[in-house]
């Protein structure tokens, strides 16, 4: 029996379905990350290799090791170490001609090296730090100092990486933004001079026109005013999204429920192409565990590419299954479909604005995949699709099962 509510009754620890993590401090997290970072010993005297890599073993650091300055260029090229204890003195090719190496060499230049050396000449010091490497320590080694030193530039190597990432996110986001305002403020400009040109032409000429006229007159603004307003609130609902200021609410979401209420809202829309709809469902319980208001956003915008590219005269099938790990929704239509180098610009996800138009010449965006897309992904689901020229595309996406539903 279907509930009138889309959503289901749970019955969970509040633990079970906290979505967003409790913010740790930079340095709590560092430290759980630095045990993932892998540490290169080279090194010429398998007794040092021993005492190092118990050491940092124990640490939880993971370790590995190359007994001279060729096998450790060879060997990083095979698996990127996070940080580099280099022997300075070792036969064929010392710890310096290594370190130069390493820093000539695009793919490992930004590696932290530690010289491990027995000497305590001012020069060689000075000579190492102007090779590259990042610190030195001296044999015999004090354990505390050496993990000391490991441990706080792994730690500015994870600040770094961090920032780094943080800063082509940015880049990323930015492109975006810049793609986003010209498409949109062609495509609002246009819809606009729609509603412009409509409400004009009833206020100066409305007593020329026929009821038919008038019809179609108030017919072309309403859409306008219409998709004008679903692609606002999708901006909206995007740049709230990419600047974090969503609070994911988690509630039990009677997915095919949801599905019923978008096709009956669509389907004027869709009878104006004489496009039918149909809805299948597979499973027993369509529950998932999800944000009821991203659900409806995802639903919503997949059907509403759906009559977009749907030729006339065609059907759209939605499909909800219930899977053993999940709920999925799929989205069929038998429209124009995409090209290769369509479905490439979609799979990339900074290059997915500037749609082309509906069979009917609507204009979109393209900001609607990229919030299904982000809209998924933050309620813990997969989003896919799959398309060909001229036979249609699918689109799909899947959500956690809700647990324990009455």
Known sequence: MLLKSTECLLHWKNSEVEFIPKRKTMEKESLVKLKEFKVLIVDDVPENIQVLAHLLNERGLKVSYADS???????IK???PDLILLDVSMPEMDGFEVCEKLKADK?????????????VDQQDVINGLEK?????????????????RIFTHLELKYTRDLIEKQNEELYRLN????????VISHDMKNLFNNILFGTESMEKEVEHFSKEEVVQVAG????????????LQNLLDWSRSQMNNIVIKPVGVEVLLVVNQAVRLFRPSAAKKKIKMEVSSFGNTFCALADMD???AIIRNLISNAIKYSFAEGTIHLRVKENPDGIEVRVKDEGVGMSEAQIEKLQKYSQSLGSTPGTHNERGS?????LIRDFVEKNKGNFGFNSKPGKGSTFWFTLPKAENTN
């Open 69 to 75: 300055g060729i096998k450790a260029l060879k060997a």
């Open 78 to 80: 095979n698996n990127l």
């Open 107 to 119: 793919l490992t230049a930004d590696i932290p090296v530690i010289f491990l050396t027995a000497k």
């Open 132 to 148: 590259g490497a990042v610190d030195y320590v001296t044999k015999p080694f004090n354990a505390k100092e050496l993990t000391s």
């Open 175 to 182: 492109e975006i933004k810049n793609q986003l305002f010209s």
């Open 220 to 231: 072309l603004v309403n859409d306008s005013a219409k998709r004008a307003y679903d692609l």
């Open 294 to 296: 991203m659900v409806k």
């Open 366 to 370: 393209g900001l609607g995949i990229l």
